[in-house]
């Protein structure tokens, strides 16, 4: 049976439209600095708080799973994909949390995601459900008071110095992760592949990645 002896479980969820290597490269710091960690990839089906991905659940998925051969410590996690209705993280959480009740859940969220939480489905259900491991992004300042009153008062009862209660506890817990700043952006690689400049995303996401988005003609190319 799982339980809080078992290692953590983190993810980081997204539309990854396309994935590239801000996502992959973020995954993998964390999962090193907090070792030892199961670290897996969500993606969305159907975001709640944006338009709908440019590219198919099916194609998204392919596209991840040929990025992860790069990094094969990484998993990807496909129940919203299968999951019908909009994706809202809590009910991923719920469903992790009724798999292994002790285990510790560990959600993985930008500095821009963090503002905007109290926007989120049942959210305070999420920091009930799973510990936040917030990590800058960049063009994103954390400033703890510039947090909605109800989600600062949350942070100063949950934070913690470091990131012993991720091992510890299932959830309730907030932990600030440095990273590597990865200025990478989906919405700019795909605006570079519908005006055809190929050139400009080389690097930006694994190569693979890239053939397959140029053979089955997303995004424009």
Same mark, same amino acid.
């Given at each position: 049976?799982?339980?809080?002896?078992?290692?953590?479980?983190?993810?980081?969820?997204?539309t990854f439209d396309p994935v590239h290597y801000g996502h992959l490269r973020l995954a993998d710091e964390v999962r090193r600095a907090l070792a030892p960690l199961e670290m897996r990839l969500v993606p969305a089906r159907d975001p709640p708080h944006r338009g709908a991905p440019s590219a198919g659940a099916a194609d998204?998925?392919?596209?991840?799973?040929?990025?992860?051969?790069?990094?094969?410590?990484?998993?990807? #996690?496909?129940?919203? *994909?299968? +999951?019908?209705?909009?994706?809202?993280? &809590?009910?991923?959480?719920?469903?992790?949390?009724?798999?292994?009740?002790q285990r510790p859940l560990a959600l993985v969220l930008g500095a821009d995601a963090l503002l905007g939480l109290t926007a989120w489905h049942r959210w305070r259900q999420v920091l009930d459900l799973?510990?936040?491991?917030?990590?800058?992004?960049?063009?994103?300042?954390?400033?703890?008071d510039e947090l909605p009153p109800q989600l600062r008062d949350e942070w100063q009862g949950r934070v913690q110095p #470091?990131?012993?209660? *991720?091992? +510890?506890?299932?959830?309730?817990?907030? &932990?600030?992760?440095?990273?590597?700043?990865?200025?990478i952006s989906a919405t700019a690689i795909r605006a570079a592949l519908?005006?055809?400049?190929?050139?400009?995303?080389?690097?930006?996401?694994?190569?693979?990645?890239?053939t397959y988005i140029e053979t089955h003609r997303l995004y424009g190319t």
């Open positions: 049976m799982s339980g809080a002896g078992e290692r953590p479980l983190a993810l980081l969820g997204g998204r998925l392919a596209m991840l799973r040929l990025a992860i051969e790069e990094f094969p410590a990484l998993r990807i #996690d496909e129940r919203e *994909l299968l +999951r019908a209705g909009k994706s809202y993280t &809590v009910l991923t959480l719920e469903e992790l949390r009724a798999e292994a009740p799973a510990h936040l491991v917030v990590v800058a992004r960049p063009g994103t300042r954390l400033a703890i #470091d990131a012993g209660p *991720l091992h +510890r506890t299932p959830a309730g817990s907030i &932990v600030v992760q440095p990273v590597t700043p990865q200025p519908a005006r055809r400049a190929v050139s400009d995303v080389r690097g930006l996401l694994p190569p693979r990645v890239l």
